[in-house]
C-alpha cells in the first residue's frame, strides 16, 4: 500500500486496472486506492510483468503492505509475501467522496449514518435514506457539523505533525509586478481565451527557477538530515469545492514552458477536483506554493508539508504606492513570503531565494 | 440573440464550473466570485465555457466588468448585437 501523502496510514485498494502477466512499464496506472481524501490512481515505478494481485478490491491495509507482486521480465516467480489482516471496519468512518459530497448539500451528519457498503462504508444511498429520515422527524436541535470527515482528519494530521515537528521561520517580501504583468497582458492579447496564461503560472515558474539559486529549499529533511532534490516537483494547493484541499505536485516544473506549466496546472486543477489525481502527483512534491490572491488574503504565512522543507506563498495583487530611483508611482505589488524549516535552512538562505524570486519575475519573457 | 437566451448560455457555463449551487437562485446583482467561490482559474474556465457557447471572445481588459449576473448578461448583449 503506497503512502500518497504525509498524513496517509491506511489506504482501501478500489479496483485492479491490471491482471496477473500483463506487462506493465513505470508510469502505468495499476489500480486505484482510496485514501480519506481522494480516490488515487497508483501508478507502477518499474518496468515488468504482474505477477501476484495480493490484495482484493474493498480491502483497507496499512501503509507498507504488500499489495502486489511485479517481477522484472525473466525474473523467477516469487514465493507469496504475506499480506497483513485488512483493518477492521469499525476503526473509522468509511465514506465515499460522493456521499461525503452529498451529506454536506444534505445537512447529514454522517456520525448517525449507518454504512451498508463494503466494509460499512457509508454510500450514496445511505445518506439518501439518512436525509430522508431527517425530513420525516427534524431534529429538535440542528445538526452539528460533520467534523470527522475524512478530509479534514487527514490534513489535521498532516498539519499537526508539522507544527510538532518543524521549527518554521518566516520571512516576507513585496515585489513589483508590474513587468510581470505587462509581459502576461501582451502574450494573453495574442492568445485565444482558451490559451491564456493566467498570473499564478509566471508566480509558478520563477519560484521553481529560484530554486535552483538556492538548492536547499528544494529538498527533503528525512532522519536528522537534508536530502537534496534535483527534480523540481511543485507542490500547489488547490482548493476542492466540496470543502479541504489538496496539494499535488506539478512534475518538473522548472523544465517546463509557461504555455507547458499552464496545461499541466489546467489538467491537475480538473483532476483534482474530479478525484483522478495519480500517486506520483500526491508524493512526490518537493516543495509547495500556495496561493490565496484569489480570496482577497494580502499575505500568507503557511505551514510546511513534511518531508518538505519549505512553503512559498502569494497573497492578493494589490496597486500600491511604490518608491524608485527617487520617483513615486503606483504598481501593481504581490507580498511573497517563504516558510522554511530551520532545521533545514536559516533566514539567510532564504532571504537570498526571495531576492532570487523577485529578480526572476523582473525578467518575466527569461521565464 | 436575446437577454434570457443570453442568460440561459451563462448560468450553463455556470453550472459547468458549480454544479453544486443553485443558480436559478442568484441574485443578478450579487458578485459571481464571491457567491460560487469562483477562484481565477474557474473565472477562465467560464470565458471559455462562453467562448464556446456564444462564439464571443472577451479580452482581458474587459475582466473587471463582469462582476455579476447582470454585468455577464449585459456585456454579451452587448457584443452580440
Known sequence: MPSLGADMEEGTLIEWSVKPGDRVKRGDIIGVVRTEKAD????????????????????????????????????????????????????????????RRMA???????????????????????????????????????????????????IAAAMARSNREIPHYYLETKIDLQRTLKFLE?????????????????????????LHDVPELNAYWVDDQLQLKEAVHIGFAISLRQGGLVVPAILDADRKSLDELMQALRDLITRARSGRLRSSEITDATVTIT??????????????????????????????????????GIRPVVSATLAGDHRATDGHRGAQFLTALNQHLQEPEKL | ???????????????????????????????????????????LNLLIGLHEELNVEIPESDYGKLRTLADLVSYLSDRLK
Open chain 1, 40 to 99: 488515487i490512481e497508483v501508478e507502477v515505478y518499474h518496468d515488468g510483468v504482474v505477477d501476484q494481485l495480493l490484495a482484493k478490491a474493498g480491502e483497507t491495509l496499512p501503509v507498507g503492505a504488500v499489495i502486489a507482486v511485479i517481477r522484472e521480465e525473466g525474473e523467477a516467480v516469487q514465493a507469496t509475501p504475506s499480506v497483513p489482516a485488512p483493518i477492521p471496519p469499525t476503526a473509522r468512518l468509511r465514506v465515499s467522496p460522493l456521499a
Open chain 2, 1 to 43: 440573440m436575446n437577454e434570457p437566451d443570453i442568460r440561459l448560455a451563462v448560468i450553463k457555463a455556470l453550472r459547468k464550473i458549480a454544479p453544486e449551487a443553485n443558480l436559478d437562485q442568484i441574485p443578478s446583482d450579487e458578485n459571481l466570485r464571491e457567491a460560487l467561490d469562483i477562484d481565477s482559474f474557474d473565472f
Open chain 1, 186 to 210: 501582451a502574450e494573453n492579447q495574442k492568445r485565444s481565451v482558451k490559451d491564456r496564461l493566467l498570473s499564478v503560472v509566471v508566480l509558478i515558474k520563477a519560484v521553481a527557477q529560484a
Open chain 1, 291 to 328: 496561493n490565496l490572491g484569489d480570496l482577497g488574503v494580502e499575505t500568507v504565512h503557511g505551514v510546511i508539508y513534511p518531508p518538505q522543507v519549505a512553503l512559498v506563498g502569494f497573497g492578493r495583487i494589490i496597486e500600491s504606492p511604490w518608491a524608485e530611483n527617487g520617483m513615486l
Open chain 1, 104 to 154: 454536506q448539500e444534505l445537512g447529514v451528519d454522517l456520525g448517525h449514518v449507518q454504512g451498508t457498503g463494503p466494509q460499512a462504508e457509508i454510500t450514496k444511498d445511505d445518506v439518501e435514506r439518512a436525509a430522508a429520515a431527517l425530513k420525516k422527524a427534524p431534529a429538535e436541535k440542528p445538526a452539528a457539523p460533520d467534523v470527522r470527515t475524512g478530509m479534514r482528519r487527514a
